[in-house]
């Protein structure tokens, strides 16, 4: 890994004309609920503030702390800082990020204010400071409605809110004449870079913030030169001076800081471009002078790196490359939007990269800019997202514009950003939440036409990177084509795989408008993920007691509240099969790993796909479908899932994961190569001790499919066996596929079954079981549609199965009631997790069901269980919410029902696990 940059050179050069004190720490902060702070004058330096006012360490959110989990509105922070008089120079205050509406005075005199919760902004103090002690007092408004305001995932429906001050204070003091802005557009086809500068003379403000009282800069640019020097690992390797001219755009963004501007071309000979294997930076200095003598020293750092999109690919410095991402939102446990320690940024990105991501998705909010700086020196990609509102209108619009302007502003320079969103799922510009006074971006073309034009502005803004205008669908003029979807494997395998087809068969249909082509945006699914449970005793341990996203006043469903999940939990027959919650969170982490490893590998052998963004890295506060938990620790899959996201991939796609004992087992090997390195060598497998190779051959980046490579035979069994199916490729890490074997049916013949359809009948014939002629003379009857007749033959003594028609639907109206599962994508379904409790199915299916039950998963549960039932197959989503079964047993006067919702007619009826398991409880009915 190379990243000689370290910035020192700039830093160096800034020292001798430029100094900056730390304004972190211990300041004084008091809520104003009334608000009477303006009124009581609680700026000037020597009013006394309310009793209840207390210190806080800066930066801080006011919610970290439990007395104002809930608070909005106005709060106050004040703090003494020391400063010498500088002959000459200028005083500037700046600001990470506040969130929300700040206004800062120094010794009772304002200096300015600022709308916005996640950018930096800056105010020219000088006039207001004096030598030695200065009072600085920042007022801070976040308000209970942040409909209109770009705030994320802040409150309902998400997160914990976040107001006050949340990054770092500084107060610099700089030349009054000196360097603003140095922003540096790499040219990778000549090795050059372009350098421009932007320079300020004299007094006034240095941001867009707002400042009644700034004083107008002078225009003293008449003779100023600006000297450019690139510099590797601090020596340079191209320079250039040019002259400083008057800044012709005097109305960019309101800004009026930026007197004049000045462009170099520097040479980079033989440069090393960036990339997140090798993250090349160069350092780059800017010394302004007049007649001879400095001015001025200023530095900044970037890469030799491009990025594009054509013909449906990624490009990254002109090679082709497949994005391997994660979500990342950037909340943490205790802290919120800053990580509870200084050294988790880098651990994160460490950690990401070893799971074989090459890229971050900073979600719905702009990334923290320590956290770029680290991705830019580890090398890890990063898509960027400004924070959205929940209303579009004439305000949340401007505000919108202005941040993603801020954020391109602050972040042009750094590599490891290649691309930017506008909004997300139609937050703050279509109507994703159902409200009467919005219209959806799907069919509004007013608004089709606002984000059209406004991708045209982020593009002349940046030309450098890729622009996503409405990540998910809807898209109208974008450089990516990206959709989020939430499929559930084994459950849903299949209607996953029909929808790649459909995805990449179609790219327009998730287009709202073709302003931009279809065809040639590259398909990114950016979301898709399943849920893992979280260790919870470790969470609780590691807040000390409960923590304070439990139980949200506006959690509406307990699918996500885990206050009362114990409770919920003791309260089904979960307790059953794992002996605590440590054991069920580890059994769910594993059935998340089984679920996203077929999601991903799906993606990755197909050629139409070109990256996906799996959500997430980590588990955030409920929400636990991280690759990581809360705290950022490993959850059970961990040493696992670097198999399927590593630069080349060895897919096994068997034809059935279930198999009767004695057939041939049949599987293709895929090969997905990331790299642009060729592959020629021997694959290896084996399966039930015998094995096997087969030559793959591709090149760099593509794949390659070896259709029958795999062909074994299978033992013959008495009883059900497992078994792993595995593979190896020495580019690649090993992988494996779960067999199961299944024994030739071997029913009780002396037990009598009536089965109302006609391929579950000769299913079970087949397993061995007498067939009866009528209902009545059943010992067992398996019904797709039991009527009033079914009702009294069980309550007479019957015993009766329920199982689905050919669709898949249960018809039953007389013994359950049911609740649908949807049969294709579900937020529900991805948090959702099967448990077998039951004897007679344990030889079949695993206390999780996996690829035992492929193609049978149901589309329908029982609904009413309780306590009383026998519960045998369980069911649940979320936060032990929805507590169902998709097999279950209930006594009805002198007989039973069962309900079997998993899909055995029609082609299930050929699955062996599906017949077997009907079969087992046929026999265990009737021996009851």
Request: aromatic share 10%; with cysteine; net charge negative.
């Amino acid at each position: 890994m190379d990243n000689r940059s370290s910035g020192e050179a700039g830093a160096s050069a800034e020292s001798d004309y430029r100094a900056e004190t730390d304004v972190t720490g211990t300041w004084q902060f008091a809520t104003d609920p009334d608000g009477v702070g303006r009124d009581e004058a609680w700026y000037e330096p020597d009013v006394g503030w309310p009793d209840e006012a207390h210190t806080v360490d800066v930066p801080h959110a006011w919610q970290e702390r439990d007395d104002y989990r809930e608070y909005t509105g106005t709060a106050w922070y004040r703090r003494t800082v020391e400063h010498e008089d500088g002959d000459g120079d200028r005083a500037v205050l700046t600001f990470g990020a506040v969130d929300y509406e700040t206004t800062v005075w120094v010794n009772g005199e304002r200096v300015g204010s600022n709308r916005g919760g996640y950018l930096p902004f800056s105010f020219d103090v000088t006039d207001a400071l004096r030598a030695g002690e200065n009072v600085v007092v920042v007022e801070v408004v976040d308000p209970d409605d942040i409909s209109e305001i770009p705030h994320g995932k802040q409150g309902a429906p998400w997160y914990q809110r976040v107001s006050g001050i949340w990054q770092d204070v500084t107060l610099s003091v700089v030349p009054p004449t000196r360097v603003e802005d140095i922003r540096v557009t790499p040219d990778l086809e000549a090795d050059v870079a372009r350098v421009d500068v932007g320079v300020t003379t004299g007094a006034g403000d240095v941001t867009d913030a707002t400042d009644d009282g700034a004083t107008p800069a002078s225009d003293g640019l008449d003779g100023l030169t600006a000297t450019v020097t690139v510099l590797d690992d601090g020596e340079p390797v191209g320079d250039a001076t040019v002259e400083v001219v008057e800044d012709g755009d005097e109305n960019k963004d309101g800004d009026d800081g930026r007197k004049g501007t000045a462009t170099a071309t520097v040479s980079v000979p033989d440069a090393d471009y960036w990339t997140p294997e090798s993250p090349t930076l160069y350092d780059v200095t800017v010394e302004l002078s007049r007649d001879g003598d400095v001015l001025d020293r200023h530095g900044d750092y970037f890469g030799m790196r491009s990025v594009e999109s054509r013909n449906g690919r990624l490009f990254l410095n002109g090679e082709p490359f497949t994005m391997r991402g994660a979500l990342d939102q950037g909340y943490y446990p205790g802290t919120l939007y800053r990580p509870f320690d200084d050294a988790l940024f880098e651990e994160e990105i460490r950690t990401a990269k070893e799971l074989g991501f090459n890229l971050l998705r900073k979600h719905i909010k702009p990334a923290h800019p320590e956290f770029l700086e680290l991705a830019d020196r580890l090398g890890i990609l990063v898509w960027e997202e400004p924070a959205n509102p929940t209303v579009h209108t004439q305000r949340s619009k401007r505000e919108v514009r202005e941040q993603i302007r801020g954020l391109i502003d602050r972040d042009y320079n750094r590599p490891s950003v290649v691309v930017w969103s506008l909004y997300n799922e139609e937050w703050g510009i279509g109507n994703p939440q159902g409200l009467d006074e919005e219209t959806s971006l799907w069919e509004d073309e007013a608004k089709q036409g606002y984000l059209a034009d406004l991708y045209e502005e982020a593009k002349a803004w940046d030309p450098t990177r890729l622009v996503c205008d409405n990540s998910g669908w809807a898209h109208v003029a974008t450089d990516v084509n990206d959709y989020h979807r939430y499929f559930v494997s084994p459950d849903r395998a299949d209607a996953w795989a029909a929808d790649i087809d459909a995805m990449t068969s179609a790219p327009e249909e998730n287009y709202a408008a073709t302003e931009t082509d279809p065809a040639e945006a590259p398909l990114i699914v950016s979301e898709f993920g399943t849920w893992g449970m979280c260790d919870l005793p470790a969470i609780e341990e590691f807040y000390g007691g409960t923590p304070p996203w439990f139980d949200y006043d506006f959690f509406d469903h307990p699918i996500k509240r885990p206050a009362g999940a114990y409770e919920r939990f003791e309260g089904t027959t979960l307790p059953a099969v794992f002996e605590d919650w440590g054991a069920l969170a580890t059994a769910w982490q594993e059935r998340e790993y089984r679920s996203i490893k077929d999601v991903i590998e799906r993606m990755r052998v197909d050629d139409g796909v070109a990256g996906y963004v799996i959500t997430e890295f980590s588990d955030i506060e409920w929400e636990f479908n991280g690759i990581l938990d809360y705290r950022r620790e490993e959850k059970a899959f961990h040493d696992d899932f670097a198999r399927v996201n590593d630069d080349v991939l060895v897919r096994i796609d068997v034809a059935d994961h279930v198999v009767s004992a004695g057939e041939t087992l049949a599987a293709d090997v895929v090969v997905c190569n990331d790299t642009t390195d060729a592959i020629d060598d021997e694959l290896e497998w084996s399966l039930f001790g015998r094995s096997g190779s087969v030559a793959v051959t591709l090149d760099g980046f593509g794949t390659a499919r070896v259709s029958d490579a795999i062909q074994v035979e299978v033992p013959s069994v008495d009883e059900p066996t497992t078994g792993t199916l595995a593979a190896s490729l020495p580019a690649a890490p090993p992988n494996e596929e779960r067999i199961t074997v299944v024994p030739s049916p071997d029913a009780d013949p002396e037990i009598a079954v009536y089965a109302d359809a006609e391929s579950i009948l000769a299913a079970l014939e087949d397993a061995g079981f007498a067939s009866a002629p009528t209902l009545a003379a059943a010992d067992v009857a398996v019904l797709t549609d039991p009527d009033a007749d079914a009702r009294v033959h069980v309550e007479d003594g019957g015993d009766v199965l329920v199982v689905p028609d050919g669709d898949g639907h249960v018809a039953d109206g007389q013994f359950f009631e049911y609740r649908d599962l949807p049969e294709e994508e579900s937020w529900n379904l991805v948090a959702c997790l099967f448990y077998r409790d039951d004897e007679a199915l344990a030889p079949l299916v695993d206390e999780v069901p996996g690829w035992e039950f492929e193609g049978l998963y149901p589309y329908d549960v029982v609904a009413d269980v309780t306590r009383e039932d026998d519960v045998r197959v369980g069911y649940v989503e979320g936060w032990i919410a929805n507590w169902s079964a998709a097999a279950v047993t209930r006594e009805f006067g002198e007989g039973s029902a069962t309900a079997f919702t998993f899909r055995v007619a029609g082609a299930g009826s050929d699955q062996p696990v599906g017949v077997a398991s009907l079969a087992a409880l046929i026999e265990d009915v009737a021996s009851n």
